[in-house]
């Protein structure tokens, strides 16, 4: 008798045991490096990845580094229909936001996020933030609730003999992480808060994710003034180059009789046009895929002020400077 006893006391005990394992959280995002040893200038590849038992249509995250030890290059997802969202970037931090038009199961790798070792020292990534976006009852974009984060900090030794890194297959368009200069304010930011939000357009929905920080005060639209305005090239062709509008409007596109001409497989022939109106710059797309902070233009006009990063097709990036 004692021993069944025993034996439906082992039985229950397991069964809460269960029970308590299911009630823990069943999304969680961590962080991990395939290595923690490095040669100045190898790549330092690590990822960030998540187990969710609900689809997701999104995430963000944010990674801090020491800028003195590293410089981050690119993000990619190896997710199904997630798009990257090019956001400004701060030095120190890396900021990325995926979305998607329909639902997406993950467990495993989110993102892989690429740095070059910049020297010898010892330094830490640490994940800062992350979140992961599901659609509302109201259809619109809310942050998924009760998210945990496991490992958050990865300690590296970089040392300061040269090594080099092979080039490496990327998936998908990256995104770039290099330093973008954020828009002029009067105010520092004090941390950043994640704004989820969408919008509808030729019967499909584009998520996007939208930084605000804390105590920042909204920077007023600079108008057009006397002096030229600049597009800062930051990639796809004429890449780290300066383009001043001397001519308005300014046509873009792969035709060499734009004003600003690059060739590139996806930059349709007319692609967008740059034009002054009310003191104002503004940006048309022509139909070919354009993109402000982040946001699509379609076959619309938007305002441009001093900061916007603007995406044309899948390769082409500039900021715009006034």
Request: with cysteine; charged share 15%; net charge positive.
């Amino acid at each position: 008798m004692k021993r069944y006893a025993s034996f439906l006391l082992a039985i229950i005990l397991t069964f809460v045991a269960v029970v308590n394992v299911g009630a823990q959280s069943a999304e969680t995002i961590w962080l991990v490096a395939s290595n923690t040893a490095y040669k100045t200038g190898e790549t330092v590849l690590v990822t960030v990845n998540a187990i969710s038992a609900t689809p997701i249509q999104g995430f963000t995250f944010q990674i801090r580094y020491d800028p003195a030890c590293l410089q981050p290059t690119n993000a990619t997802s190896p997710v199904p229909g997630m798009n990257g969202l090019q956001l400004p970037q701060t030095p120190g931090l890396v900021d990325a936001s995926y979305a998607s038009t329909t639902p997406q199961t993950v467990n495993g790798v989110l993102a892989e996020v690429r740095f070059v070792a910049l020297g010898g020292c010892q330094t830490n990534l640490t994940l800062e933030s992350a979140a992961l976006a599901i659609r509302n009852e109201s259809g619109f974009a809310a942050p998924l609730a009760g998210v945990t984060v496991g490992e958050k900090t990865i300690a590296l030794n970089i040392d300061k003999e040269i090594g080099t890194s092979p080039t490496q297959a990327i998936s998908g368009t990256p995104l770039i992480l290099g330093e973008v200069p954020p828009p002029p304010t009067s105010a520092v930011p004090a941390w950043l808060i994640i704004l989820l939000s969408a919008i509808f357009g030729g019967g499909a929905i584009f998520w996007f994710f939208k930084l605000l920080r804390k105590g920042k005060s909204p920077a007023a639209p600079k108008a057009a003034s006397s002096r030229t305005a600049i597009l800062r090239i930051q990639g796809g062709p004429h890449a780290g180059k300066n383009f001043r509008l001397h001519k308005l409007p300014c046509c873009i596109g792969r035709d060499p009789r734009n004003e600003l001409c690059l060739d590139d497989p996806f930059v349709t022939s007319q692609h967008a046009r740059i034009f002054v109106e009310n003191n104002g710059y503004y940006l048309m797309d022509l139909g070919g895929g354009t993109f402000v902070n982040g946001m699509a233009v379609n076959k619309s006009i938007a305002a441009l002020k001093s900061g916007d990063t603007v995406r044309l097709g899948k390769n082409v990036l500039f900021t715009f400077a006034a």
